[in-house]
Nanobody
Framework: QVQLVDSGGGLVQAGDSLRLSCAAS????????MGWFRQAPGKEREFVAA???????TYADSVKGRFTISRDNAKNTIYLQMNSLKPEDTAVYYC?????????????????WGQGTQVTVSS
């Protein structure tokens, strides 16, 4: 069982940066692939980024080059550094966890979810 707590969201202007954090409970955190998803009002929850326990990463095309996912297994925490934010990045951001080393991009592949943190980017 893994419990996830998201934090770090806020209201920023276009072009600004934010760093989201996700703290995980459980002693087997390092064996999980971790991901970030986001959901804007009236839209489906969509994949943003994922990182395996060995550090392999993948990103959605819409954030590639602007967002960076990382993890600190000693702290049971993952991060999402978001730079050059755009109004279309406005959404509730969720971290998620799934067992194994394969990078997953489908939300139904993830077993555990954080409560979400709101990111709002004004133009």
């Amino acid at each position: 069982q893994v419990q996830l707590v998201d934090s770090g969201g806020g209201l920023v202007q276009a072009g600004d940066s934010l760093r989201l954090s996700c703290a995980a409970s459980g002693r087997t955190f390092s064996s999980y692939t971790m991901g970030w998803f986001r959901q804007a009002p009236g839209k489906e929850r969509e994949f943003v980024a994922a990182i395996s326990w060995i550090g392999d990463r993948t990103y959605a095309d819409s954030v590639k080059g602007r967002f960076t996912i990382s993890r600190d297994n000693a702290k049971n925490t993952i991060y999402l550094q978001m730079n050059s934010l755009k109004p279309e990045d406005t959404a509730v951001y969720y971290c998620a966890a799934t067992r194994g080393v394969i990078l997953r991009i489908k939300r139904y592949d993830y077993d555990y979810w954080g409560q979400g943190t709101q990111v709002t980017v004004s133009s």
